[in-house]
Every structure is written in structure tokens, then in C-alpha cells.
């Protein structure tokens, strides 16, 4: 091979070096294009069902906060049936897990039926959920399993304090309030 033709062919190698390179790199940019577009899409459409399920329960007297829509009752119940009643409306007992929330609740001065029990063990709270009750807002002195009573479970009672909630027995009638949660 002369001067003339090793000099061509590594230049043709380099040309086709630099094609492969730069397909890859755009094949790359393609790809990430396609992601986003994917993503946005897909993003857009979760809005859209969030806000049609908002708009399907505001429209049926539920109330929209941070990220929650509520059911308030109007009518008292056991907590067992209380929580059957948010579970046949697609919503569970309200799970209470911000001072905001809290604050939420009690603007309703009426005695209502939370998502929390410690029916499994005694002295453990929990959530409807499963998890573990951490932040609390016990009013003072509960919970007590008042004189030796079965409380087992949890509602706002002295709404008109800040930290409102008391145990009580779980046959006994209160409000209930249902949380349907759209956070994902
Ligand atoms: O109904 C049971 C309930 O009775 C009292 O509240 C009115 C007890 N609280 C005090 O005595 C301070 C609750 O602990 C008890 O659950
Ligand atoms: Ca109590």
C-alpha cells in the first residue's frame, strides 16, 4: 500500500468512526426526547384523572384540602361502621398527618371518628393504614381507657382545645370524617 492509499483508508476509518459517534449521540438525544415526551404525557393524564376525581367528589358535598378530599357525616356511628362507610365510598377513616390537618378537623366542632386504633395491641396506635401513629395530638391526660373502659379507639372530642383527640370505646356513636388522599 502506497502513502496515498494508507493515508485514505484512515481517513475513511475516521469519517466512519465520526458517523457511528455522532448517530449514537443523536440516537441518544432522541431517545431522551421521547422520554420527556413520555413523561410529560403521562403527568398530564395523571392531573387530569386527579382533578376529575376531585371535581366528582366536591360535586357530591366532599370538601378539598391539601391534597385530600373529606366526607364529614351528619349522622353518628360506631367507628367499625364509621370506617365501613368511608371503605363503600372509596375513602378510609381520615388519617391526621399534619398539624394542618389537625387544625382542619377541628373546625368541624363536632365529635368525629378518626382513622386511628389500637385495637391489635393495647397502647399501640395505629393508623387505618397500618402505620404507626408518631405525631399526636392527645388532649391532656389521654389516651386513658377511662376507668379501666375498653377505648380502643380515637376521635376529636375536646375540638375546642389545640391538642383535641381522646380514646374511647369503639361501640359508641360519633361523627366520622372520610379521607380519599389524590397525593400519590
Ligand atoms: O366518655 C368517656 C370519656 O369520658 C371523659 O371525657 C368526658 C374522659 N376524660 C376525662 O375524664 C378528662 C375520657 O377520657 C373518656 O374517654
Ligand atoms: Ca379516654
Not at 449514537?24 to 438525544?29: K, P, Q, S
Not at 373502659?149 to 383527640?165: I, L, P, R, Y
Request: aromatic fraction near 14%.
Amino acid at each position: 500500500m502506497d502513502g496515498r492509499a494508507g493515508f485514505d483508508a484512515s481517513n475513511n476509518k475516521r469519517n466512519l468512526y465520526t458517523v457511528v459517534v455522532v448517530t449514537l449521540g443523536l440516537l441518544c438525544i432522541l431517545q431522551a426526547v421521547l422520554n420527556i415526551s413520555l413523561r410529560l404525557a403521562f403527568d398530564g393524564d395523571e392531573s387530569k384523572r386527579k382533578l376529575n376525581t376531585i371535581d366528582d367528589y366536591t360535586h357530591q358535598g366532599w370538601l378539598y384540602f391539601n391534597q385530600s378530599v373529606y366526607y364529614i357525616s351528619s349522622v353518628e356511628n360506631s367507628w367499625q361502621d364509621s370506617r365501613d362507610d368511608c371503605l363503600q365510598r372509596g375513602a378510609d377513616l381520615i388519617i391526621v398527618n399534619s398539624k394542618e390537618e389537625h387544625e382542619f378537623t377541628r373546625l368541624f366542632r363536632q365529635s368525629s371518628w378518626i382513622g386511628l386504633t389500637d385495637t391489635e395491641t393495647e397502647g399501640t396506635w395505629k393508623w387505618v393504614d397500618g402505620t404507626l401513629l408518631r405525631q399526636s395530638f392527645w388532649f391532656a391526660g389521654e389516651p386513658n381507657s377511662y376507668q379501666g373502659k375498653n377505648e380502643d379507639c380515637g376521635h376529636t372530642k375536646f375540638f375546642a382545645h389545640e391538642n383535641s383527640w381522646n380514646d374511647v370505646e369503639c361501640a359508641k356513636n360519633n361523627f366520622w370524617i372520610c379521607e380519599k388522599t389524590m397525593a400519590s
